[in-house]
Antibody
Framework: EVQLVESGGGSVQPGGSLRLSCAAS????????MSWVRQAAGKGLEWVSV???????YYADSVKGRFTISRHNSKNTLYLQMNSLRVEDTAVYYC????????WGQGTLVTVSS | QSALTQPASVSGSPGQSITISCTGT?????????VSWYQQHPGKAPKLMIY???NRPSGVPDRFSGSKSGNTASLTISGLQAEDEADYYC???????????FGTGTKVTVL
């Protein structure tokens, strides 16, 4: 059974950093297209970043230069390093597998506030 | 990259059919067959309902169907049921550097 479990969310001040993790089971992260998608409270979905099985990475313009997606193959885990956080980065962050996104985690809340 | 445009809300009575539109440009919806639709119930993660414009993943009822014409994709729910009440989002591949874009979302209400 495919399972995705996000962690690492929390409260941080503007300009701070957080690293989100997405622990996967039931499949191999490095063999799949893996994404991060976020959703601010009461708002729509926003695609954030993707890493291909090849290792190629892409980012939304809103996070380019601040966020970094990566994976740890032996831990079968996806990461999102978030630096220079802004108030507008406040959202629930989901990791997802596949293209299109077939499997989703339950999400982890990131709150950026002073 | 601007979000794809969806109506804010659509409603229908049980048993009726409704259609949700998703309008983009030739750089996304109109240029590729990679349009997906997701259903999201409150407090839950999104669920894939349609991919590649009109394909249904295993387990999705055939009441859900997708199509595309020009720069507009559509999701049709036939025989509307109470459990279909949820938010729906379209998504498309885009040829700019961001690769993917979601729609603004549509709240479906079953009257």
């Amino acid at each position: 059974e495919v399972q995705l479990v996000e962690s690492g969310g929390g409260s941080v001040q503007p300009g701070g950093s957080l690293r989100l993790s997405c622990a996967a089971s039931g499949f191999t992260v490095s063999s799949n297209y893996m994404s991060w998608v976020r959703q601010a409270a009461g708002k729509g979905l926003e695609w954030v970043s993707v890493i291909y099985s090849s290792g190629s990475t892409y980012y939304a313009d809103s996070v380019k230069g601040r966020f970094t997606i990566s994976r740890h193959n032996s831990k079968n885990t996806l990461y999102l390093q978030m630096n220079s956080l802004r108030v507008e980065d406040t959202a629930v962050y989901y990791c997802a597998r596949g293209r299109p996104e077939t499997d989703w985690g339950q999400g982890t809340l990131v709150t950026v506030s002073s | 990259q601007s979000a794809l445009t969806q109506p804010a809300s659509v409603s229908g009575s049980p048993g009726q059919s409704i259609t949700i539109s998703c309008t983009g440009t030739s750089s996304d919806v109109g240029g590729y067959k990679y349009v997906s639709w997701y259903q999201q119930h409150p407090g839950k993660a999104p669920k894939l309902m349609i991919y590649d414009v009109s394909n249904r993943p295993s387990g999705v009822p055939d009441r859900f169907s997708g199509s595309k014409s020009g720069n507009t994709a559509s999701l049709t729910i036939s025989g509307l049921q109470a459990e279909d009440e949820a938010d729906y989002y379209c998504s498309s591949y885009t040829n700019n550097s961001t690769l993917d874009v979601f729609g603004t979302g549509t709240k479906v209400t079953v009257l």
